[in-house]
Nanobody, 114 residues
Framework: VQLVESGGGLVQPGGSLRLSCAASGTIFSIYTMTWYRQAPGDQREVVASISDVHVTTYIDSVKGRFTISRDNAKTTVYLQMNNLKPEDTAVYYC?????????WGQGTQVTVSS
């Protein structure tokens, strides 16, 4: 199984980014997929999840700003991030919601700064 995250970058506060996570080598559609993030010095945290039937959950700090979605035909999960804040700065990863996790990808850096 391989996970490849992309779409990160440097954006000003209030800006938007769309992250993508392409999965290969697995039956993608049956898993709840999750976006995680890890800021320097912090532990990795769950940001948003989407189940096999497209039920979504979010941490409180991103509700109303982030939207997770998936395209099972493309074995890809997305994270649309709007109204970004400096505290959203982190490396973002995708993976299964529950263990055992797939091998972690390299992540994609999101930096929110003026």
């Amino acid at each position: 199984v391989q996970l490849v995250e992309s779409g990160g970058g440097l954006v000003q506060p209030g800006g938007s980014l769309r992250l993508s996570c392409a999965a290969s080598g697995t039956i993608f559609s049956i898993y709840t997929m999750t976006w995680y993030r890890q800021a320097p010095g912090d532990q990795r945290e769950v940001v948003a999840s989407i189940s096999d039937v497209h039920v979504t959950t979010y941490i409180d700090s991103v509700k109303g700003r982030f939207t997770i979605s998936r395209d099972n035909a493309k074995t890809t999960v997305y994270l649309q991030m709007n109204n970004l804040k400096p505290e959203d700065t982190a490396v973002y990863y995708c993976n299964r919601r529950f263990e055992p996790h797939f091998p972690w990808g390299q992540g994609t850096q999101v930096t929110v700064s003026s």
